[in-house]
């Protein structure tokens, strides 16, 4: 697993050397996600590690997340002026990424399904 967690940490440096160099206005973690999916994308010999790694980052997201629900908490008052704006962005990005994966997850289960089919006929 810590190989894993060092490939992860290895890309977010790629994004941020990516980011240092162009002067892209994104943040340099994504751009560090984005190379990985790439090479996750071209079957990369580590993906396996990697794979273990995130799995482990995702069950435990909850205590990555817990900080910056603390820090919005202690620092409400800078961030009161802005609390409609950002309770309506928050409900509206929540509901977007429902209904983008929801669609994402209908249509690749409808492709793997076709694929299963096509299989299967030629198999039987």
Do not use: N
Not at 50 to 65: E, Y
Not at 92 to 119: C, H, N, Q, S, Y
């Amino acid at each position: 697993m810590v190989d894993g967690l060092l490939i992860l940490l290895l890309f977010q440096f790629l994004g941020e050397l990516v980011i240092h160099f162009t002067g892209l206005p994104l943040p340099a973690p994504v751009v560090g996600m984005v190379l990985l999916l790439l090479a996750l994308m071209f079957s990369v010999p580590y993906s396996d590690r990697v794979a273990d790694a995130s799995g482990a980052l995702i069950r435990h997201i909850s205590l990555l997340i817990f900080p910056l629900g603390v820090g919005i908490v202690l620092q409400w008052e800078r961030y009161s002026d802005y609390a409609l704006a950002l309770t309506v962005s928050v409900i509206f990005g929540t509901i977007l990424a429902l209904v983008l994966v929801t669609l994402l997850l209908k249509l690749l289960l409808r492709e793997r399904g076709k694929a299963g089919e096509r299989g299967g006929r030629a198999d039987g």
